[in-house]
């Protein structure tokens, strides 16, 4: 018998897990098939944002994949143990699109949200939630 | 001017990067879009060998994604500061396939390689590096 406990998380739970602000990993159709970068997020009114520099082709593709619309990127924020054993991990699908201008002063003014990779070039990137799933491992009680 | 550096890494510094075990967050394309789940990987015999419970439509999909051959999936593995503010981060693709039962038989006997999410029906996947690619972020020195 597992030692541990595998368990699917409704959206209530997820959203209890997942901290205001932290680091997430953004997932994408790149060129090269599937992508992920580091970044850091904060929740704002309702909705995900991070901000990340442009440097090479992952980041044009991240633009990309922004502007290509709902379904395009997904966001995954997660707490593993440091042995790896136990943890949970929440993904977050939806409608995401740039800030404009305005948008990006306001959740400056409001939020601390840094860019992990800073750039000449910054995205700033809303994520308003549709869909959220998760899972979480826990040791088995005896 | 930023106070950090942004940098890209080669496939040598990459490889130096990597722990020869740990955790990486493996991405691939499901029916609701990008999805990322954390994985516990270990590096054998030149692949990177990972293991993982089938629980739900994301591991159905993670096991078609593998069937699908080549670039239908990434391994992402970074290390983030606590204050992520600088970091590495690691991305790999390349083909991917399910181990045969001899194979997981030799990996458990060589390495230890635990799901992070146990299940009873597991998978086992071996993905042959053939495209490294890496970032740091590290703070400017005066």
């Given amino acids: 018998m597992a030692d541990r406990v595998f368990e699917e998380l409704d959206e209530y739970q997820c959203l209890t897990l997942i901290p205001p ?3 997430g990993r953004i997932a994408y159709l790149s060129r090269f098939g599937p992508a992920v970068l580091p970044i850091n997020y904060t929740v704002h009114r309702g909705a995900v ?3 990340t520099g442009e440097h090479g082709p992952l980041d044009e593709d991240l633009g990309t994949a922004v502007a290509g619309g709902e379904g395009s990127l997904a966001l995954e924020i997660d707490e ?3 042995g790896a054993r136990d943890g949970w991990s929440v993904l977050i699908h939806g409608p995401a699109r740039r800030l404009t201008p305005g ?5 400056l003014r409001y939020t601390r949200v840094e860019p992990w990779a800073p750039g000449e070039r910054e995205l700033f990137i809303r994520i308003v939630p549709a869909r959220i799933t998760g899972r979480r491992v826990s040791p088995r009680s005896a």
């Fill in 80 to 82: 593993v143990s440091a």
């Fill in 49 to 51: 944002v991070f901000r």
């Fill in 103 to 107: 948008e990006e002063e306001d959740t």
């Fill in 21 to 23: 602000t932290g680091v």
